[in-house]
T-cell receptor
Framework: GAVVSQHPSRVICKSGTSVKIECRSL??????MFWYRQFPKQSLMLMAT?????????EQGVEKDKFLINHASLTLSTLTVTSAHPEDSSFYIC???????????FGDGTRLSIL | AQSVTQPDIHITVSEGASLELRCNYS??????LFWYVQSPGQGLQLLLK??????LVQGIKGFEAEFKRSQSSFNLRKPSVHWSDAAEYFC??????????FGTGTSLTVIP
């Protein structure tokens, strides 16, 4: 079945560092990708929706300049957390849709820890 | 306000016992409905989904869910729980387009 690969699975870095997370659709063309954030013991909260070749649409309260999203191809979207701080530590999950079906293909998530 | 509700934050069942996890939604039209399972530190695994048709949906790992329009519910069930079923379970709703709305999750503990 369809697979979404997310990399890295875990990253630990110092405060002030920028971190890039990749989300790849391995066997289908993802016209739309979604980025979620999940705090411990909480549900997933949608951060932004990205369509290939266009600017991402951010949810209210999500800083565009803080969380840079690029969806340059039909198989790759990246989330860059710029100048990360400890409060950005979280579990980030992407999902991808081929446009025809609902986005039921999720990556395995990235655990981001900022020291 | 539109929402997805999972009333039970935490459920504990004995291995071999039956399980039902509740999910209610408050969207006007019938949305697309999903159940996902998440093990600690892992991503989401799709258990089953409902788009249309038969309101009783069979999923993986012996799970099933029933869509009840009159109750705006999509409860997840399993006749006999295994220890490996211990995880966090999320109900998700897609009212229109592709945007998911997740419930707050139900944590399942299975005792031997």
């Amino acid at each position: 079945g369809a697979v979404v690969s997310q990399h890295p699975s875990r990253v630990i870095c110092k405060s002030g560092t920028s971190v890039k997370i990749e989300c790849r659709s391995l066997d289908f063309q993802a016209t739309t990708m979604f980025w979620y954030r999940q705090f411990p013991k909480q549900s997933l909260m949608l951060m932004a929706t990205s369509n290939e070749g266009s600017k991402a649409t951010y949810e209210q309260g999500v800083e565009k300049d803080k969380f840079l999203i690029n969806h340059a191809s039909l198989t790759l979207s990246t989330l860059t957390v710029t100048s990360a701080h400890p409060e950005d530590s979280s579990f980030y999950i992407c999902s991808a849709s081929d446009g025809d079906q609902r986005p039921q293909h999720f990556g395995d998530g990235t655990r981001l820890s900022i020291l | 306000a539109q929402s997805v509700t999972q009333p039970d934050i935490h459920i504990t069942v004995s291995e071999g016992a039956s399980l039902e996890l509740r999910c209610n939604y408050s969207y006007g039209a019938t949305p697309y409905l999903f159940w996902y399972v998440q093990s600690p530190g892992q991503g989401l695994q799709l258990l089953l989904k409902y788009f249309s048709g038969d309101t009783l949906v069979q999923g993986i790992k012996g799970f099933e869910a029933e869509f009840k329009r009159s109750q705006s519910s999509f409860n997840l069930r399993k006749p006999s729980v295994h220890w490996s079923d211990a995880a966090e379970y999320f109900c998700a709703v897609v009212p229109t387009g592709n945007q998911f709305y997740f419930g707050t999750g139900t944590s399942l503990t299975v005792i031997p």
